[in-house]
């Protein structure tokens, strides 16, 4: 199996990696438009072999994995796929899901292309950061799935299972809003507490002498990627627009109650949302059933 | 040596838990107002014996570890040193201090009292939380230590580094300010998180099947417990707002800039505060060096 993945970041090499492991007779094909990357991925041995767009024409049935910031995405889908053979399968791995079905909705090779979200990764970039077993027990969202061709739908599920990972179907409206909710908020929330953080202390050594393993993990995710992560907020945002309004709501309520002393009142607001561990549990067991 | 730990939580069950290890000749009495609690305590083998607070009384030369939420300090800790013999030592590991301090300024054993702040934590809590070494290369804030009596500063400086704190020392007002910042706002930023993601969707399937890592440390905090935390935002109300404003503001600034398109500088954003990774990692260096 000829498999080509453009863009050779966290989430492209970590698929690189796991699908040579899974399916010993594969050729990965890297194409990253940084020659560093493209360099490190192959000296890793993420890659077999570097490539070029062009080199995609010749072969046939290949699969390509487009795991690239999603603005790059939305130019380059529709004019490889004017190029590709009848049983290749392209598909994506961006963190929305509307803007490129809307793109490609018209395309004569839309039954080509699959839409996916893997929900992995870590706050780390570039080959370098890519791992072994990623995906294992995570969930990769698929959309509009009857727009795809059956054969090449099988072939994509097939890598996806080897891989680990469970399957939700979802529209792409349904899943660029959810999604809004419990990933593009929580990055934005990180990135903005980092930035107060920063804004305030300027003596930094205030700040990691007394910052603790909490402050560690809420501003985790502000070391993302702002390539990665800019055109995702553009392509989201109305829907993050109205998570951002929602959050600030809560935020001015909850000062609220402190400026009036209603401490009966956070009490609630806290034990209330104390619930969430048994929604983060959930996580935990439906990860654990799978294994 | 006899250690009185008051509160058997987290950081107090972890405290004896260590100082037993390092102390072979301690005797760990253990007081809690949650009978529960302390059962748990002592069938953990977290304490050796169940005290209560009269049994201080009869004790020379004593530790007495204060644990409790923030205003059962306040009320406790003046009372207590009432009663205590001149040699006994008592601390308290709050995540305020000033208005422990303010409260006890004026006692007439206020040399037997040192205000500590441990920065160590998990977001779970009661005995069964405690760990061994919960506090090695962590960091110990203590303020006013020139009001605490030289030999009991020493005494309590040789359980820390017994421990494996590195030791701060700082004026309380500076520790509130700086503490909610890199503490208090982190929590408060956690709970609304939680709370506007859980308002929104109603089906919690749906979170938790699109949920990944990143909204799992974003939200981690929120899971704290509402008993320990209402009194220290009550304690250091105006530090925290001030911190919740700023933090809003930052978050209606970064929403403004969705809703003018304003991508550049919403990339410039995110750059910039992907210094805390820099920072990030000088915690994990000064953790290292002091290995």
Redesign the interface.
């Known amino acids: 199996m000829n498999i080509f993945v453009v863009g050779l970041g966290l989430i492209g090499g970590s698929l690189a990696i796991d699908i040579k492991s899974n399916y010993k007779n594969s050729i990965i094909f890297g194409i990253d438009n940084n020659t560093n990357h493209l360099q490190e991925a192959l000296e890793l041995g993420v890659i077999d072999h570097k490539a070029t767009l062009k080199d995609i024409q010749e072969k046939s049935n290949a699969v390509i994995i487009i795991a690239i910031p999603v603005d790059a995405s939305l130019n380059l889908i529709p004019t490889l796929l004017d190029t590709i053979s009848d049983d290749t399968l392209v598909f994506d791995v961006g963190s929305t899901k509307r803007s490129i079905c809307e793109v490609i909705k018209n395309h004569p090779k839309r039954r080509n292309f699959l839409a996916t979200h893997p929900?992995?990764?870590?706050?780390f970039s570039g080959p370098n950061a890519a791992q072994k077993d990623l995906f294992r027990n995570?969930?990769n969202?698929i959309c509009e799935v009857e727009k795809t061709a059956f054969k090449l739908q099988e072939k994509a599920l097939g890598i996806f299972t080897s891989l680990g990972m469970r399957i939700?179907y979802m529209d792409a409206d349904s899943h660029d809003k959810?999604?809004a909710?419990?990933?593009h908020?929580?990055?934005?929330?990180?990135?903005?507490?980092?930035?107060?953080?920063?804004?305030?202390?300027k003596n930094?050594r205030?700040?990691?002498?007394?910052?603790?393993?909490?402050?560690?993990?809420?501003?985790?995710?502000?070391?993302?990627s702002?390539?990665m992560?800019?055109?995702i907020?553009?392509q989201n945002?109305k829907n993050?627009?109205e998570?951002?309004?929602?959050?600030?709501n809560?935020?001015?309520h909850?000062?609220t109650l402190?400026?009036q002393?209603d401490?009966s009142a956070?009490?609630?607001?806290?034990?209330?949302?104390?619930?969430?561990?048994q929604?983060?549990n959930?996580?935990k067991e439906?990860e654990l059933i799978k294994k």
Chains 1, 2 share one sequence.
């Not at 700040?207 to 909490?214: K, Q, T």
């Not at 402050?215 to 995710?221: G, K």
């Not at 998570?243 to 600030?248: A, C, R, S, W």
Request: proline share 2%.
């Open positions: 929900i992995a990764g870590t706050e995570k969930t969202i939700r959810h999604i909710y419990v990933s908020l929580s990055h934005i929330s990180s990135f903005m507490l980092g930035k107060t953080v920063i804004n305030e202390e930094e205030d700040i990691f002498d007394m910052a603790g393993s909490g402050f560690a993990s809420t501003v985790r995710l502000a070391k993302s702002p390539a992560w800019t055109p907020f553009q945002k993050v627009i998570t951002l309004k929602e959050y600030i809560n935020l001015e909850f000062k402190l400026e002393d401490y956070i009490y609630a607001e806290m034990k209330n949302t104390n619930h969430i561990k929604i983060l959930g996580i439906t």
